[in-house]
């Protein structure tokens, strides 16, 4: 019996394009790795290279439910992701969005009883014994702001000291153009006086 070719292939919510391998279509399903996706298709006997547009509705039907309950398929405990937990302390393992609405709920979890971890998570800082000398760094600027940029009265010294200095130079030019034009006109009445007073003198003489 021939089954058809399905272009999108739906299991436990996610749309899968029918063209992916099925060890690979299987990972896109979150809480779903390449090790369980691989223990799943050995247990069902089912080729890992192949399309997983040619899968049967039985085939998905049986790979939802050993997804949704792989206990009940004789997985191991440590093959789980959420082993103990806290308030049933049972074995089990959460897929889509049941993940991070756990996690989430772990973290407020934390952040109420005031552990170490929860102050951790309050201040955003890493949790998990991490370095955080050199890494981690967000929030405000560490170290020397980048950019360039000048505080308005540091940006105003050297305008006022520029406008200083160019009265500076200018001081010196008006009064070397004034000091020759000062003198040209000194020594012409010198000249003058002189000739006035050496007239007289010639006169005496004769």
């Known amino acids: 019996m021939t089954v058809e070719y399905q272009y999108i292939v739906r299991i436990v919510g996610n749309d899968i394009p029918g063209e992916r391998k099925m060890i690979v279509g299987l990972t896109q399903i979150r809480g779903v790795g390449y090790m369980f996706a691989n223990t799943i298709l050995?247990?069902?006997?089912?080729?890992?290279?192949?399309?997983?547009g040619n899968l049967s509705p039985e085939q998905v039907n049986s790979i939802e439910s050993i997804i949704k309950n792989p206990s009940g398929s004789n997985f191991p405990s440590w093959f789980l992701n959420r082993r103990k937990d806290?308030?049933?302390?049972?074995?089990?393992?959460?897929l889509t969005s049941d993940i991070a609405f756990t996690v989430r709920n772990d973290i407020e979890r934390e952040k109420t009883s005031g552990s170490w971890r929860g102050i951790?998570?309050?201040?955003?800082?890493?949790?998990?014994?991490q370095r955080t000398r050199c890494t981690g760094r967000k929030g405000g600027a560490v170290g020397v702001a980048k950019g360039g940029k000048v505080m308005p009265t540091r940006e105003g010294a050297p305008a006022a000291g520029a406008e200083g200095a160019a009265g500076a130079e200018g001081a010196p030019a008006a009064g070397a153009e004034g000091a020759p034009a000062a003198g040209a006109e000194g020594a012409a009445k010198t000249k003058e006086s002189s000739g006035k007073k050496e007239a007289p003198a010639a006169d005496k003489k004769k």
Do not use: A, C
Not at 42 to 52: A, H
């Open 42 to 52: 050995n247990v069902l006997k089912i080729n890992p290279n192949q399309r997983i």
């Open 86 to 94: 806290v308030e049933t302390g049972e074995d089990k393992h959460l």
């Open 120 to 129: 951790r998570h309050m201040f955003g800082l890493k949790v998990r014994g």
